[in-house]
């Protein structure tokens, strides 16, 4: 392979409109259906899904056939073929095109919806999570094509409810079994990195499981001179929290909610912990003093990778403090987020959550739990040699540093689907998520030049797929 003519293919494709389209999609407040119940109606998914087809076309990358697939009462999907020289098996390349809502706390000149470039970095929603991604991956083929390095058959496939829990993707899955064929190489492209100087694979991902706790003490709110006699809902809650965590430590109480760590992930964890552990602290937002909770940072990498933890996301039955009269409030909900490791089952650990929060209510209230997420994590096969070499080989090439692996603490819901649906393919999951990007949050950004360099590595290892991995 002539990296240097994959790099200024890529790099031109970037230059030329990857990054302009990628500022219109910006524009697009098209949040998943979880967020925009409307979604059909405001149409901005529509929007970006003309878009993006657009662009794919005007590539005018042979062997391409693109369809937008339509089942009845679901999110639509965008399935892309391209030719290859071999049949047997393909390479299934993977994102999403749905985004996040705004979130509060975006700093002074930056807005969700409103692309901004500072230097490297292109900030707005959804550019690194994950509306890059069909433009790495076509990028990528059609710098394969350029070159006439020989490839094996490729589909991509890029869904519209990945931050909705990817609940449309199985049924799309079995819509295009016979098409999408034998699957020997699937790369998701929808992860972190570590930092950005060199090519990160993801082994591992958290579960999740949660839903609403509400405790309810009265049927209408009186006056706080009653307290004493009526119990708060908070406390209650509290309380029934205290079940389920330690709040001194954070240890998740009960051994259901706990996997065993596999010697290959606490030697990966030790690796990244030498690789940027000097970093980890400040690329968290901490307010000035906080630490985090293990005591070293291969601690606190195999307790965000491996282990349970808790986290309340959302509450109601609280009025804002401004408008807070001298109240005994009704009731307390509380949106509960519990991460389990990646091998725990969510079915038992959603059964064990709601058992322990809802069973003999402390002073008889009316406690209730709906569970409403239920993910399962994803363990990554062992990787082949071929890929194994690929993989530092890309990174050495494009980056100038050897590739690198780590857990993450966040779950992909479609990882566990695709690894029992394609139980002999090998996983590429990687992504531009790095420090300060802050999916999900305010600030997000996409690091323009880690996106290239990705995008270079996903064409050599595709390449490397035909050559070596048949």
Not at 72 to 86: C, W, Y
Not at 107 to 113: A, D, F, I, K
Not at 209 to 231: C, Q, R, W, Y
Not at 347 to 374: K, M, Q
């Amino acid at each position: 392979m002539n990296t240097s003519a994959i790099r200024n293919h890529v790099n031109r494709l970037w230059d030329e409109s990857i990054i302009a389209e990628l500022c219109e999609y910006i524009r697009i407040p098209n949040k998943s259906v979880a967020f925009d119940p409307e979604w059909r109606e405001h149409g901005h998914m529509e929007r970006v899904i003309s878009r993006f087809e657009r662009w794919v076309r005007a590539q005018s990358v042979s062997g391409l056939q693109l369809e937008v697939v339509r089942l009845p009462g679901r999110t639509p999907l965008i399935f892309i073929e391209i030719e290859g020289a071999s049949d047997a098996g393909c390479v299934m390349l993977y994102g999403h095109l749905d985004k996040q809502p705004e979130m509060a706390g975006w700093r002074s000149g930056l807005e969700p919806w409103t692309p901004v470039i500072e230097g490297d970095r292109l900030y707005g929603r959804g550019a690194a999570d994950d509306g890059y991604s069909i433009f790495a991956c076509i990028a990528a083929i059609s710098a394969l094509k350029a070159e006439n390095i020989a490839h094996a058959r490729c589909v991509v496939i890029i869904e519209a409810c990945e931050e909705s829990g990817s609940s449309d993707l199985p049924s799309y899955i079995e819509h295009l079994a016979s098409r999408i064929g034998n699957v020997r190489l699937v790369i998701g492209l929808d992860s972190g990195c570590g930092n950005y100087d060199q090519l990160w694979c993801t082994t591992s991902l958290r579960g999740l499981v949660g839903g609403t706790l509400k405790v309810e003490v009265l049927s209408e709110g009186i006056h706080s001179g009653a307290s004493g006699f009526v119990p708060d809902s908070f406390r209650i809650a509290r309380q029934l929290l205290s079940r389920i965590e330690d709040e001194n430590t954070g240890r998740i109480r009960g051994e259901e909610f706990y996997s065993e760590i596999p010697d290959a992930r606490r030697k990966q964890a030790a690796q990244m912990a030498a690789a940027v552990g000097d970093h980890l602290n400040d690329e968290i937002p901490f307010v000035k003093g906080m630490r985090p909770v293990g005591d070293s940072a291969v601690e606190n990498l195999l307790n965000h990778t491996w282990r349970p933890a808790l986290a309340i996301v959302g509450a109601e039955g609280l009025p804002p403090a401004a408008n807070a009269g001298n109240v005994l409030r009704p009731s307390t909900s509380l949106k509960v987020s519990l991460r389990i490791p990646p091998t725990c089952d969510p079915n038992i650990a959603t059964r064990s959550l709601t058992e322990l929060l809802t069973s003999d209510p402390p002073y008889g209230a009316h406690v209730t739990f709906e569970p409403n997420w239920g993910a399962r994590g994803w363990d990554a096969p062992a990787t082949a040699p071929w890929l194994d070499r690929s993989l530092d080989e890309a990174s050495k090439a494009f980056f100038g540093k050897p590739a690198a692996y780590m857990g993450m603490g966040g779950t992909i819901p479609f990882m566990s689907m695709l690894g029992e649906r394609f139980p002999d393919a090998q996983f590429v999951i990687t992504g531009v998520l790095g420090p300060h990007s802050n999916a999900h949050g305010p600030n997000e950004f996409l690091h323009i030049p880690t996106a290239k360099k990705l995008t270079c590595c996903v064409a050599k290892i595709i390449a490397d797929n035909f050559a070596g991995g048949r």
